[in-house]
């Protein structure tokens, strides 16, 4: 995850924290279930208060672009229904899955088409 944070610029920063991870999380750059940075490690880094970055991950809480699991850490959510979250999450587990095991691409989606063309009797 890469941030620019502009002090001189018009907008606050923790406004441009918030734009840029949003803008990241809805292009996919930072894929569902990506873990970030905490608050005072993301504070750190780009030079700015805690209390700056905490401000913008809840926005972003608010907006749906990204949960806290407690102790476990700020992620990534999913965008859309449940069903789109849950599948969102296990389209990005298998993704994780295939890669360790040395597949290419191809070879990974042909497996995905094959098992839905199953699933659904095509």
């Known amino acids: 995850m890469t941030l620019k944070i502009h002090i001189d610029g018009s907008a606050p920063p923790y406004e441009q924290v918030r734009v840029q991870i949003s803008e990241q999380a809805r292009s996919g750059v930072l894929p569902v279930g990506y873990r970030l940075p905490t ?3 993301l504070a750190e880094s780009l030079g700015l208060a805690a209390n700056t970055v905490a401000k913008a991950y809840k926005a972003l ?3 749906g672009v990204i949960e806290t699991r407690g102790r476990n850490g700020t992620f990534v959510a999913a965008a859309g229904s ?3 979250r849950e ?3 296990a389209a990005q587990a298998y ?3 295939v890669r360790r095991l040395g597949l290419g691409e191809a070879a990974a989606l042909a497996a995905v088409r094959d098992a839905v063309r199953a699933a659904y009797g095509d």
């Open 39 to 41: 608050v005072r490690g």
């Open 61 to 63: 809480e608010a907006d």
């Open 82 to 84: 449940a069903a789109e």
């Open 87 to 89: 599948a969102a999450a």
């Open 95 to 97: 993704a994780e899955r």
